[in-house]
C-alpha cells in the first residue's frame, strides 16, 4: 500500500453525504412538475459547463432531482457543481446497506427517489421488483467513457435494456491497524477473524451478503451459494464468533482502523485506504489491507432511476455528470476506489492507478466473486442472518 503515498485526494469518514443532504446551491422554485422543465441553456452557469467538459444537453431538465445514495460517496461541493452547471436543485438522502434502499423503497414506493445506487446483485433483484426503468443510454452522452467489461459485460444486468450504470468498483476483505495488533502481516487467512486473541477488537461489515459470504470463503464455498446445508454451515460459524466481535458495522470503517478503535476489520477496500492516508506520514501509514487467502467479494456500485421517477431527465443528466471524465476522476481521487471509467483514468493518480490492492492483479481477480442475486435460497441468507444477528 506504500504506493498510496502519491494520492492527493483524502475522503473524510464523518458519515455525511458528500453532496451535501440540504440541497443547497439549487433554486427554491414551488412551481407544479408540468411548469418545471427547461433546456440547461435557459438555467444553469455554462461556464461551469465548460470546466469540466460537460455537454449541452439536448433534453429538457426539471427543476428538482432527489437521491438515495450511500454515505460519504462523494466529495463535498459535488452536487454543487451539477446543481451550478444545470441549475436543478438536489436533494440526497443516505443508506447504509443494500437492504435498507430496498426496503425503503419497496415499503413507500419508489417514486421518493428519482436516483439510487444499488450494487450489483440488488440492481438484478430491483429489476425484479419492477422498481427500476431502463435507463436511455442516448440521453448519456459520456456512456462511452466506460470500460468495455462493465458496460458490456455486467452479470447482474444482462439484458438488453441496461437498468443501471457503474459508478465504482471494489474489493471486500480485511484490513488492520499495525499499531493496535503489531503481529498481523502478510495476506492471512479469514481465520483472523475467529482468532480470540484479537476478542472484542473484530468488526464485521453489517451486511447480510457480505458477512456470511466472508464465512463461506472461508469454509471453500462460493459465496453465492444456494446449498441451505452450507449457509447453515456458515451460520453457525458467525453464531460462533459472536462473543469475539467488538459490533457489526458498515459505517465508519476508517475512523475506526484510524482511531484504534477495531482491528481487524472487515470492510470495503475504500474504506482502508482512505484510513491510510489520513495516518500516512514519512513515507509509511499503519493501515493494511488485503483480500484473504481464499479470496472475497468484488463488487460494483451502480446508478439506477426508479420506475416511478418524478424527474428522469435530471437523473439521466446526473449519471452523464458522473461519467464525466473528469467529475468522475475527482471522486476516484476522493474514495480510493477502482473507477469503471477508462477515461478519468487519464486525471486519476497514477499511485492509485498502479497500487494492485486497488487495482487487484489477475491472481487476486480470479479468487473474487461478485455477489448474485440466489433466488429463492435469498430466504435461507435471510433466516440465517436474523438468527445470527439474534444470537
Known amino acids: 500500500m506504500a504506493g498510496l503515498a502519491g494520492c492527493t485526494g483524502g475522503g473524510s469518514d464523518d458519515g455525511n453525504s458528500g453532496g451535501g443532504n440540504d ?15 427547461s433546456t440547461p441553456e435557459d438555467r444553469g452557469d455554462p461556464a461551469v459547463r465548460e470546466e469540466y ?30 446543481e451550478k452547471a444545470y441549475g436543478v436543485d438536489v436533494s440526497v438522502s443516505n443508506y447504509a446497506s443494500n437492504e435498507e434502499m430496498f426496503n425503503k423503497l419497496k415499503a413507500g414506493g419508489s417514486g421518493q427517489f428519482d436516483l439510487v445506487f444499488p450494487s450489483d446483485y440488488m440492481v438484478s433483484i430491483m429489476v425484479e421488483q419492477d422498481l427500476l426503468q431502463p435507463l436511455d443510454t442516448g ?23 441496461r437498468y443501471s450504470a457503474p459508478y465504482f468498483w471494489g474489493t ?18 479469514w481465520e483472523i477473524m475467529w482468532d480470540d486473541k484479537y476478542q472484542g477488537q473484530i468488526t464485521m461489515l453489517n451486511d447480510m451478503r457480505e458477512t456470511i459470504g466472508a464465512a463461506l470463503k472461508y469454509l471453500g464455498y462460493s459465496l453465492n451459494t444456494t446449498d441451505e446445508e452450507k449457509i447453515e454451515e456458515a451460520k453457525q460459524l458467525l453464531i460462533d464468533q459472536k462473543p469475539l466481535l467488538l ?3 458498515s459505517v465508519s470503517r476508517a475512523a475506526a482502523l484510524q482511531n484504534q478503535e477495531a482491528s481487524p476489520l472487515h470492510c470495503w477496500s475504500g474504506d482502508a485506504f482512505v484510513a491510510y492516508w489520513e495516518l500516512y506520514e514519512d513515507g509509511s501509514s499503519p493501515i493494511n489491507y488485503v483480500v484473504p487467502q481464499e479470496g472475497g467479494v468484488v463488487w460494483v456500485d451502480t446508478a439506477a432511476i426508479t420506475k416511478e421517477a ?25 474514495l480510493y476506489y477502482p473507477t469503471p471509467n477508462e477515461a478519468a483514468k487519464e486525471f486519476v493518480d497514477d499511485a ?17 466473486e461478485f455477489i448474485e442475486n440466489v433466488g429463492q435460497a435469498t430466504s435461507y441468507y435471510s433466516e440465517a442472518w436474523t438468527e445470527i444477528k439474534n444470537a
Open 23 to 37: 440541497g443547497g446551491g439549487g433554486n427554491e422554485d414551488t412551481t407544479t412538475e408540468s411548469e418545471n422543465t
Open 53 to 82: 467538459g460537460l455537454p449541452e444537453l439536448d433534453y429538457e431538465l426539471e427543476e428538482t432531482l432527489t437521491v438515495f445514495q450511500w454515505t460519504d460517496y462523494w466529495p463535498s461541493g459535488t452536487v454543487e457543481i451539477f
Open 352 to 368: 492509485a492507478l498502479d497500487n494492485p490492492a486497488i487495482y487487484p492483479p489477475e491472481e487476486v481477480f480470479e479468487k473474487l
Open 310 to 334: 418524478k424527474h428522469t431527465n435530471a437523473a439521466h443528466a446526473f449519471i452523464n455528470f458522473l461519467t464525466n471524465a473528469k467529475m468522475n476522476a475527482e471522486i476516484a481521487n476522493y
Open 139 to 161: 440521453m448519456i452522452p459520456h456512456w462511452d467513457n466506460l470500460e468495455p467489461m462493465w458496460k458490456n459485460d455486467a452479470p447482474y444486468d444482462p439484458g438488453e435494456d
Open 247 to 249: 459490533t457489526y458495522s
Open 172 to 189: 471486500s476483505g480485511v484490513a488492520w491497524n499495525s499499531e493496535m495488533t503489531p503481529d498481523l502481516e502478510g495476506t492471512p487467512s
